[in-house]
């Protein structure tokens, strides 16, 4: 029914706006951190607008235990690689994606505080020790087995005959420096997820990494044995990332070169392990000082929708998205989001879509406080947010994002104000 205000009563007048003019770019973050890490991640993906993007990963192996043969007779059967699938991938499953597994040949891990970033090399074999292809019917934590060239498995065997494969032993680490996975030259279409060990106190009994030696003693009856060589450190795992932007629409894009959204198709972009990152800036909001004084801003919402057809399913999209404030530099500081007015890092919005029809996806964040600052202060104009992937996401995937910019047919960057006036 009707509502008639008591005697006394405010009425309250609610506007919102939402057709303020926002600046978009595509910047690019640089020196990733990608030892240390939870998951190894290897393949390539082609993406018309982003280019194409290799992920290879680097691990260093060593005996879980002294192997000795004691003057008895050891005949070499077999060697495998064993990986523990982690349930991540990314890309088409239409297309083959074949890996190939490779010695590393120079130095490696000589100290375990070693860290390696996203740019860093090592050279490795040009043979491949053996290989395998992403298989889509994987599940998380299926055990993956690749054979291993007979040439290293003798090889392993026969230091074991000299007595040489010890554990945590330096003369061997120099024997055997450690294993490479790279995607094989031409192959496009995934990049998938394997466990990494955390364990930083030695060797993990338990590892996801194991390269398995079979062997036999033949007598009256034959003995099998098996004999498995470990992650020296598995912090000592690093990823190594080699994106090619010249055939999309970022070619120009470093990190002292920011793309605008009208130099790319009116769109921005977000990637995980590359670093591409979206900025936002609001060179108009000021104008809510020239409006009428009674009215307060009660709260802003900065919602940020996928281009709709960008992704094949809500699976391709990140879990979560990270806001930071920044400034014309792209330096990143904190900043007070909400009215719990508690400073942090950032925000974080997770993915909202509808699960069965997909009609919506979108992520959402409270940035009242932000605009508060841009309104008492003008020298804030220079400050602009910055969408990111969640640190967790840069670190553990390639998950991507686009954005419809400003004059974008669907606008995927909106800033809603909510404006209240008390009537008396």
Known sequence: GDFT?????????????????????????????TSQVDRLLVGSISDSDLGDF??????????????????????????????????????????????????????????TDEVYFDYDRLNYSRQSLGDFN??????EGDSIAIKISDELGQRLFALAEEG??????????????????????GSTGHIMGFSNSTNETGIDQTTNVTLRMYYHEEGEFTENYEFDFLQVLPTLAFNAYEPDRDKGLLAALTD???????????????????GIQTKIRFPTVDALSKLDPQYIVSAAILRL???????????QLPDSLALYLTDKYDQVGNVTFSGSRSTQQAQYGRLQADDERGLFAYYEFEVSEFIFQQLSDQNQNELALLAAPTAQSILGGVD??????QDYPVRGINLQIYLTKIID
Request: proline share 5%; hydrophobic share 35%; net charge negative.
């Open 5 to 33: 205000p008591g005697p006394g009563a405010d009425i309250f007048d609610v506007a919102v706006l939402d057709t303020f003019r926002l600046e978009t770019s595509t910047i690019l973050i640089d020196s990733i951190l």
């Open 54 to 111: 290799t992920a290879s990963t680097y691990f260093k192996m060593g005996p879980s235990a002294n192997l000795t043969f004691s003057g008895r007779s050891f005949i070499y059967d077999s060697l495998y690689l064993m990986l523990r699938y982690d349930g991540y991938s990314f890309g088409d499953d239409g297309q083959e994606q074949k890996i190939t597994v490779r010695e590393v040949l120079e130095e490696y891990g000589v100290a």
């Open 134 to 139: 992403y298989d889509p019917e994987w599940e």
């Open 164 to 185: 040489k494969v010890r554990f945590s032993d330096e003369e061997f680490e120099r024997e055997f420096e450690g294993l490479a996975l790279v995607p094989e030259l």
């Open 256 to 274: 002292e070169n920011p793309i605008m959204a009208e130099e790319a198709d009116n769109k921005t972009f977000i990637q995980a392990a590359s």
């Open 305 to 315: 929708e996928p281009v709709p057809g960008s992704y094949g399913d809500l699976s």
């Open 400 to 405: 991507q994002l686009q954005l419809g910019g």
